[in-house]
T-cell receptor, first 112, second 112 residues
């Protein structure tokens, strides 16, 4: 069966520290992968998406970057976190069948 | 550009009452349509989806949605809500394998 793993579940990081959030998908190949952020009380903001290894599209200019080193691995990074990077980060994947997204369980990031 | 509107930011209903959450979209053609539910601190779970065919679609947890082409709407309904239905609900649209566009969400509160 197809599953998506996202970790860590919660993270508290000081301003200026680096960030690495990882997302992996099992049971499928060549998925489209997505990183979303939810700020408190707000909707979903698409940050990055990837249609293949090494292919990253950025939706908004920001302090974050993404990488896809393997087919089923999607990493969200930052060299120096800002307070405004706090939020709930969600990874999602979509198969080529045209189905909707399957979301990970999310990472709550608090920058202090 | 495509857009999704969920006009109700917050809805409160009594347990056992019926529910309708509104979703309107703007798109060049009939897109694929989705409803997701998010419990606090969790990822999004797919409730139901519409691709084509019967305009009334059934989903999980007793939810259904009706696609109305003339109104560009895809409203979510449930005949009798349970306290466990309290959550945030997101409508999303897309076409083929392109990335989905999400509405801003409707927060549902259930009162005894």
């Amino acid at each position: 069966s197809q599953t998506i793993h996202q970790w860590p579940a919660t993270l508290v990081q000081p301003v200026g520290s680096p960030l690495s959030l990882e997302c992996t998908v099992e049971g499928t190949s060549n998925p489209n992968l997505y990183w979303y952020r939810q700020a408190a009380g707000r909707g979903l903001q698409l940050l990055f998406y990837s249609v293949g290894i090494g292919q990253i599209s950025s939706e908004v200019p920001q302090n974050l970057s993404a990488s896809r080193p393997q087919d089923r691995q999607f990493i969200l990074s930052s060299k120096k976190l800002l307070l405004s990077d706090s939020g709930f980060y969600l990874c999602a994947w979509r198969s080529w069948s045209g189905n909707g997204y399957t979301f990970g369980s999310g990472t709550r990031l608090t920058v202090v | 550009a495509q857009s999704v509107t969920q006009p109700d930011i917050h809805i409160t209903v009594s347990e056992g009452a019926s529910l309708e959450l509104r979703c309107n979209y703007s798109y060049g053609a009939t897109p694929y349509l989705f409803w997701y539910v998010q419990s606090p601190g969790q990822g999004l779970q797919l409730l139901l989806k519409y691709f084509s065919g019967d305009t009334l679609v059934q989903g999980i947890k007793g939810f259904e949605a009706e696609f109305k082409r003339s109104q560009s709407s895809f409203n979510l309904r449930k005949p009798s809500v349970h306290w466990s239905d309290a959550a945030e609900y997101f409508c999303a649209v897309g076409f083929g394998n392109e990335k989905l566009t999400f509405g801003t969400g409707t927060r549902l509160t259930i009162i005894p």
